[in-house]
């Protein structure tokens, strides 16, 4: 099945379009092409500093897979800081655009296209921490979904291993409407990102660039607590959540929310 889709195309009612299989369809050329004017790498890269650096040093992290390399912004930065990487990602196009970014830098990123929910069929290696970054769990629109690739990041990880995931902040859209902000992940000054609708189980957000392109993407409105309990119940021992790369927060604050899930047991049950 060839995925080169040339426009997106969501039929008659957008918002009927609930299928975790439609990013296949929704990252078409013209918007992998576009996103890195959406990422801003030198800005996104200021916003977050070390963060993600320090987060798996701190856990002795070395062998690191990035599940959702996008076009290729962390598995970039991880591979510059001495960790040893690699990359998959559902998006062909995507991959193809990471690689292209990382010959740039004179990286040549280990790249695997895998779904999520067959990771291991693809990947048969063990890692020290797995990274789902860029708001991208969000694509899973079914529950089985989301706890099939919870399950396969869990089996993959060693005994030790930590899963890092982040996710908007979308209590704050679900409850109070609140329109996100760019400062940390989407900071391209020249692109808006807005919602062109929200229920709960529906997220549809515009991405409006300074050529005048417009796209747009179907995505889960996933909230922290459910996505805490969720790692939990698939055999994560700890999760500690931050906002926006800090342990502490206001909840109506952090534009993103990142999860820190570790495997490893912890016999007095401490959570």
């Known amino acids: 099945m060839s995925h080169a889709h040339v ?31 959406l990422i801003d790498w030198d800005r996104r890269s200021e916003s977050e500093g070390e963060f993600f650096i320090q987060l798996l040093k701190e856990h ?21 800081a001495g960790f040893e990487v690699s990359s998959a990602d559902g998006s062909p196009e995507m991959l193809a655009k990471a690689f292209e970014n990382a010959n740039q830098r004179d990286i040549i990123l280990r790249t695997v296209q895998a779904d ?24 899973l629109h079914e529950e089985n979904d989301r706890r099939k690739a919870l399950a396969e990041f869990y089996a993959t990880l060693r005994h030790d291993g930590i899963l890092i995931i982040d996710q908007r902040n979308y209590d704050a859209l679900l409850d109070h409407q609140v329109e996100p902000g760019h400062n940390f992940y989407y900071c391209g000054e020249s692109v808006r990102a807005t919602p062109d609708h929200v229920d709960d189980s529906l997220a549809r957000f515009r991405y409006e660039f300074s050529g005048g392109e417009t796209y747009h993407l179907n995505m889960f409105p996933l909230r922290k607590n459910y996505v805490r309990d969720l790692l939990h119940e698939v055999g994560f021992q700890r999760v500690t959540t931050y906002g926006d790369f800090q342990e502490t927060y206001k909840e109506s604050e952090p534009d993103f929310f990142i999860h820190v899930a570790e495997k490893m047991y912890i016999e007095d049950g401490a959570q």
Not at 22 to 27: L, S, T, V
């Open 7 to 37: 426009k997106q195309d969501y039929g008659e009612n957008p918002l009927a379009v609930r299928d975790t299989n439609q990013y296949q369809a929704e990252y078409i050329t013209s918007f992998v092409d576009k996103w890195d004017e």
């Open 60 to 80: 002795g992290a070395r062998k690191v897979l990035d599940v959702a390399t996008g076009t290729g912004f962390h598995s970039v930065r991880l591979h510059e």
């Open 116 to 139: 999520w929910r067959w990771l291991n069929r693809d990947i048969h290696d063990l890692y020290d921490a797995v990274i789902c970054l860029g708001n991208s769990f969000t694509h």
